[in-house]
């Protein structure tokens, strides 16, 4: 009997050291932009998820596609529907590392970030500078990039073609706490 308590202790002990190697947010921001000359088009997600392990600087992102905010429903439900498909492709992924995480001083430092974007069941190798804010309570990574809209094969109708810009501005803010 004291062997599976000793056992049952060192596993929650051991996950312990290990949870605090994690640092979790349910609730980062991600907003896309797309600027034409007919209109602008601007969606927010406030429920994005997003893992960093402090020991080895990965990261992963996941959030699902119909939690994208729009001004007008109509363009909502063209999004979901008719672009992103997200029926068929309910969520977008990153998976990747902060460069250099481990070499980054407890202020604002800015360092790249490297990993693969999964949308619209679509791979595509993203590289961009992030800024990293390292606190007592927390991580902030805030940053943007860039995303052409052919590399993910979504299709966007002729006539509307004039409406959506080929290159979108895609902008994060992820403020993790320590995983408990």
């Known amino acids: 009997m004291k062997k599976i308590h000793l056992i049952v202790f060192a596993l929650l002990f051991y996950h312990g050291i290990n949870a605090q190697d994690k640092f979790l947010t349910k609730e980062g921001y991600v907003s896309f932009f ?13 429920q994005v998820l997003s893992v960093i ?18 001004k007008k429903a109509l363009m909502q439900e063209h999004f979901n529907e008719n672009y992103v498909e997200s029926y068929k492709y309910p969520k977008a992924t990153f998976s990747g590392e902060i460069i250099n995480f481990s070499d980054l001083n407890e202020e604002n430092d ?14 595509k ?7 990293v804010e390292i606190r ?26 004039n409406n959506i810009a080929k290159t979108i501005k895609v902008t994060f803010e992820l403020d993790h706490k320590p995983y408990k």
């Open 34 to 46: 797309s600027h034409s000359l007919v209109e602008d088009i601007k969606a927010d997600n406030n």
């Open 53 to 70: 392990d402090t020991v080895t600087g990965k990261i992963a992102i996941q959030m699902l596609m119909r939690s994208f905010m729009f």
């Open 110 to 123: 800015e360092t790249e970030i490297i990993g693969t974007l999964t949308v619209h069941g679509e791979e």
């Open 125 to 131: 190798e993203i590289r961009t500078k992030v800024n």
């Open 136 to 161: 007592e309570d927390g991580i902030r990574l805030k940053g943007d990039f860039n995303v052409d809209v052919a590399d993910f094969k979504i299709k966007i109708p002729s006539i509307v073609a």
